[in-house]
């Protein structure tokens, strides 16, 4: 309690003294959009309990320890919360990570969720398709699109138009219908119970080489919801990180963005030297006895030069999504940064892709920082302002 305090407060200093265009923000222990509110614009809410009542035309971004959702919402909404509850009126779409999530209402579009428990309740129904990533998945609503995703627990109670999934546990209740195929990839054979409806093809596909362990099975849930709020609080101290240093050094960071965009393949050509280079550097610098203090300062910038790539990366994925939509004036860097980290976020998530943009992202963004710092240094030196 006391750390997500902190982060609140700190959170809550940060935009108060920063410059957010387009955009409304709200922060406190307790933060509410009222029943009878309207919020004309996108919204950005930072608190220990959030809950939305009101409505809001544009998107919302909620980041809290309890999340509820139950007003109509003219955008998407962009959740990361300890329990979360999803119970709007209308949402278009719905990007959640948490602890626990709960959906009671309609989804228009897409939903992609990842937590310790996922559960979709009776009258919840997901318009196209649900991604599911967590420990425990219930499914006792409708899907219309397809259900996929990767998960421990699988119960499926409801309706799906096809079902991707793979689970160490599967379970097709009587009520269970998948109009489409059941494609299942798990180590033990699924339960299903008379009454369950395939109409499409049934195909289960169990590894040969390894059968899932028992003790495995049962604590995949636990180490599951570890595993998603560990990167939760990797994820607030990042988004922290963000806003501290775009408030603090926005025309810096507006440098470094531009160095990316115009100078794309010099950016990764120097972060795949400078990810191989500076370790040898450093090395030889440590094996040598004068050189350690080097090493030391080497070794303190080669980790903030690799934290801080993926951050500069997220702000140029989140400027180039929000151009798809607004053509038009300028982009907030507070917007960028959440749309771009909420999307890697996710990504983080996706078996083999996951992998590939943590390498992309390191090497772009470590290249983006030393080739647009090197070219500050250059001109200030051209200035002869040092």
């Given at each position: 309690m006391k750390c997500s305090g902190i982060v609140t407060r700190v959170l809550c200093v940060v935009l108060f003294t920063a410059p957010v265009y387009a955009l409304t923000s709200r922060t406190g222990d307790a933060v509410k959009v009222a029943f009878d509110e309207v919020v004309d614009d996108d919204v950005i809410l930072l608190g220990q309990s959030i809950n939305v009542e009101g409505k809001v035309m544009g998107d919302v971004y909620a980041f809290g320890q309890t999340v509820r959702i139950s007003g109509d919402i003219g955008g998407s909404v962009f959740m990361v919360g300890a329990n979360i509850?999803?119970?709007a009126r209308t949402v278009e779409t719905v990007w959640a990570a948490g602890g626990s999530i709960e959906i009671l209402s309609s989804i228009q579009r897409n939903a992609v969720l990842a937590g310790g428990k996922v559960s979709l309740r009776e009258n919840a129904r997901i318009g196209k398709d649900l991604g599911a990533y967590t420990g425990d998945l219930s499914v006792e609503g409708r899907v219309d699109g397809t259900l996929r995703g990767r998960v421990g627990k699988f119960t499926l109670s409801g309706t799906s138009g096809r079902v991707k999934i793979k689970a160490e546990q599967a379970r097709l209740t009587s009520s269970a219908q998948i109009l489409g195929d059941f494609i299942l990839s798990s180590a033990k054979e699924p339960s299903i119970e008379e009454g369950a409806l395939?109409?499409?093809e049934q195909r289960i596909e169990i590894p040969k080489a390894e059968d899932a362990e028992p003790i495995f099975a049962a604590?995949?849930?636990m180490i599951a919801f570890l595993f998603v709020m560990i990167k939760i609080v990797i994820f607030i101290a990042k988004v922290i990180v963000g806003v501290l240093l775009i408030a603090l050094f926005q025309r810096y960071v507006r440098r470094i963005m531009d160095t990316l965009i115009a100078n794309t393949w010099k950016s990764l050509g120097w972060g795949f030297l400078g990810v191989i280079v500076?370790?040898?550097?450093?090395?030889?610098l440590f094996a040598i006895l004068i050189g350690y203090p080097l090493?030391?300062?080497?070794?303190?910038?080669?980790t903030i030069l690799w934290y801080?790539?993926?951050?500069f990366v997220s702000l140029v994925i989140g400027e180039k999504v929000i151009q798809l939509f607004k053509k038009e004036g300028e982009v907030s860097l507070y917007v960028s940064f959440i749309v771009g980290i909420l999307i890697l976020f996710v990504v983080g998530f996706i078996p083999i892709l996951n992998?590939?943009?943590?390498?992309?992202t390191l090497l772009f963004g470590f290249g983006a920082i030393v080739v647009g710092t090197w070219y500050l240094i250059k001109e200030m030196r051209d200035k002869q302002l040092i």
């Amino acid at each position: 309690m006391k750390c997500s305090g902190i982060v609140t407060r700190v959170l809550c200093v940060v935009l108060f003294t920063a410059p957010v265009y387009a955009l409304t923000s709200r922060t406190g222990d307790a933060v509410k959009v009222a029943f009878d509110e309207v919020v004309d614009d996108d919204v950005i809410l930072l608190g220990q309990s959030i809950n939305v009542e009101g409505k809001v035309m544009g998107d919302v971004y909620a980041f809290g320890q309890t999340v509820r959702i139950s007003g109509d919402i003219g955008g998407s909404v962009f959740m990361v919360g300890a329990n979360i509850t999803i119970d709007a009126r209308t949402v278009e779409t719905v990007w959640a990570a948490g602890g626990s999530i709960e959906i009671l209402s309609s989804i228009q579009r897409n939903a992609v969720l990842a937590g310790g428990k996922v559960s979709l309740r009776e009258n919840a129904r997901i318009g196209k398709d649900l991604g599911a990533y967590t420990g425990d998945l219930s499914v006792e609503g409708r899907v219309d699109g397809t259900l996929r995703g990767r998960v421990g627990k699988f119960t499926l109670s409801g309706t799906s138009g096809r079902v991707k999934i793979k689970a160490e546990q599967a379970r097709l209740t009587s009520s269970a219908q998948i109009l489409g195929d059941f494609i299942l990839s798990s180590a033990k054979e699924p339960s299903i119970e008379e009454g369950a409806l395939i109409a499409g093809e049934q195909r289960i596909e169990i590894p040969k080489a390894e059968d899932a362990e028992p003790i495995f099975a049962a604590l995949a849930p636990m180490i599951a919801f570890l595993f998603v709020m560990i990167k939760i609080v990797i994820f607030i101290a990042k988004v922290i990180v963000g806003v501290l240093l775009i408030a603090l050094f926005q025309r810096y960071v507006r440098r470094i963005m531009d160095t990316l965009i115009a100078n794309t393949w010099k950016s990764l050509g120097w972060g795949f030297l400078g990810v191989i280079v500076i370790p040898v550097a450093i090395v030889i610098l440590f094996a040598i006895l004068i050189g350690y203090p080097l090493g030391v300062l080497g070794a303190y910038i080669y980790t903030i030069l690799w934290y801080l790539s993926s951050i500069f990366v997220s702000l140029v994925i989140g400027e180039k999504v929000i151009q798809l939509f607004k053509k038009e004036g300028e982009v907030s860097l507070y917007v960028s940064f959440i749309v771009g980290i909420l999307i890697l976020f996710v990504v983080g998530f996706i078996p083999i892709l996951n992998f590939l943009v943590r390498i992309f992202t390191l090497l772009f963004g470590f290249g983006a920082i030393v080739v647009g710092t090197w070219y500050l240094i250059k001109e200030m030196r051209d200035k002869q302002l040092i």
